[in-house]
């Protein structure tokens, strides 16, 4: 595992500074044949015009006034660092962590604590479009107002096979989380976070018992909201902000990598979100 400079070039400021943290480690397993990573496909929203996919978490990053980003790859998946260097002109500066396979998205974010310190963590996905594109900003507005260990950006998908559905009380409190349930009746799901570094220090535990990590997701593939569910029964504080109007793409599956390249596609926005036309 090659270990990298803190990002930015300096040790984590305390919980007012803020880290991105960007998993990249995965194979792409449901998108044979593509010609280079899928992190740095040119996709869009249909009524936007294609850039690398990971240029539209890394501008969420900047809009939030987040400087810098640290980026987990798996070995062999040069052409990302390649296309993106060192970042830092339309975007937060950025370092890499290379690590060789790991179990699944948990794992491959477990491999990173080390190097965020007592920041607080910006979570997004390379692969996961959003609107509006300043959610980041609120969601960091949320945490510092009120100290949440955890502050999920909600979204709304009639999908819930393929995400993790978000129950929340009238203040904000997530009161519960179900992970890939084709039967949840819930309209919410969660595609960014703000973590703190209470939940830094669970997650790295939570991963080095692999009691815990039986126990929650069984002999299937631990997925962060199984950590973020097991966080809240243990007390730690888990809120959300909705977006209502907002939308969200995952280009992770050929279907909606389909739509996040091909424009004027009105109507559909990928796992369900609102439709392109909604602001």
Same mark, same amino acid.
Not at 31 to 55: H, N, Q, T, W, Y
């Given at each position: 595992?090659?270990?990298?400079?803190?990002?930015?070039?300096?040790?984590?400021?305390?919980?007012?500074?803020?880290?991105?943290?960007?998993?990249?480690?995965?194979?792409?397993?449901?998108?044979?044949?593509?010609?280079?990573?899928?992190?740095?496909?040119?996709?869009?929203?249909?009524?936007?015009?294609?850039?690398?996919?990971?240029?539209?978490?890394?501008?969420?990053?900047?809009?939030?006034?987040?400087?810098?980003?640290?980026?987990?790859?798996?070995?062999?998946?040069w052409d990302v660092p390649e296309q993106l260097g060192e970042g830092g002109e339309d975007g937060p500066r950025l370092a890499y962590l290379v690590v060789d396979d790991t179990p699944g998205v948990v794992h491959t974010l477990a491999r990173a604590l080390p190097f965020v310190g007592d920041s607080l963590v910006a979570l997004g996905f390379p692969d996961t479009l959003i609107q509006p594109a300043d959610a980041f900003v609120r969601l960091l507005e949320r945490q510092r107002a009120r100290g949440a260990d955890v502050v999920l950006g909600l979204?709304?998908?009639?999908?819930?096979?393929?995400?993790?559905?978000?129950?929340?009380?009238?203040?904000?409190?997530?009161?519960?989380?179900?992970?890939?349930?084709?039967?949840?009746?819930?309209?919410?799901?969660?595609?960014?976070?703000?973590?703190?570094?209470?939940?830094?220090?669970?997650?790295?535990?939570?991963?080095?018992?692999?009691?815990?990590?039986?126990?929650?997701?069984?002999?299937?593939?631990?997925?962060?909201?199984?950590?973020?569910?097991?966080?809240?029964? &243990?007390? %730690? #504080?888990?809120?959300?902000? @909705?977006?209502?109007? !907002? $939308?969200?793409?995952?280009? +992770?599956? /050929? &279907?909606? %990598? #389909?739509?996040?390249?091909? @424009?004027?596609?009105? !109507? $559909?926005?990928?796992?369900? +979100?609102? /439709?392109?036309? %909604?602001?």
């Amino acid at each position: 595992m090659s270990e990298p400079n803190p990002p930015g070039g300096a040790a984590a400021a305390g919980e007012r500074d803020v880290v991105g943290l960007v998993p990249m480690a995965g194979h792409a397993r449901r998108l044979p044949g593509l010609p280079c990573s899928k992190e740095i496909l040119p996709v869009g929203f249909p009524d936007e015009e294609p850039r690398p996919a990971c240029l539209h978490l890394l501008g969420y990053l900047r809009e939030a006034g987040i400087s810098r980003a640290l980026l987990v790859l798996r070995r062999g998946k040069w052409d990302v660092p390649e296309q993106l260097g060192e970042g830092g002109e339309d975007g937060p500066r950025l370092a890499y962590l290379v690590v060789d396979d790991t179990p699944g998205v948990v794992h491959t974010l477990a491999r990173a604590l080390p190097f965020v310190g007592d920041s607080l963590v910006a979570l997004g996905f390379p692969d996961t479009l959003i609107q509006p594109a300043d959610a980041f900003v609120r969601l960091l507005e949320r945490q510092r107002a009120r100290g949440a260990d955890v502050v999920l950006g909600l979204f709304p998908t009639d999908r819930p096979e393929k995400t993790d559905m978000v129950r929340l009380d009238a203040r904000g409190r997530v009161q519960g989380l179900v992970v890939k349930d084709p039967s949840s009746r819930l309209t919410h799901n969660w595609c960014i976070a703000i973590w703190s570094s209470a939940f830094t220090r669970f997650l790295r535990e939570f991963v080095s018992r692999p009691d815990r990590v039986h126990a929650e997701a069984g002999s299937g593939e631990l997925y962060p909201g199984h950590v973020i569910r097991a966080g809240l029964r &243990e007390g %730690l #504080r888990v809120e959300g902000v @909705r977006f209502p109007n !907002g $939308r969200f793409l995952d280009v +992770g599956t /050929p &279907e909606d %990598l #389909r739509r996040a390249t091909t @424009r004027g596609e009105a !109507g $559909r926005s990928g796992r369900g +979100g609102r /439709p392109p036309s %909604l602001p």
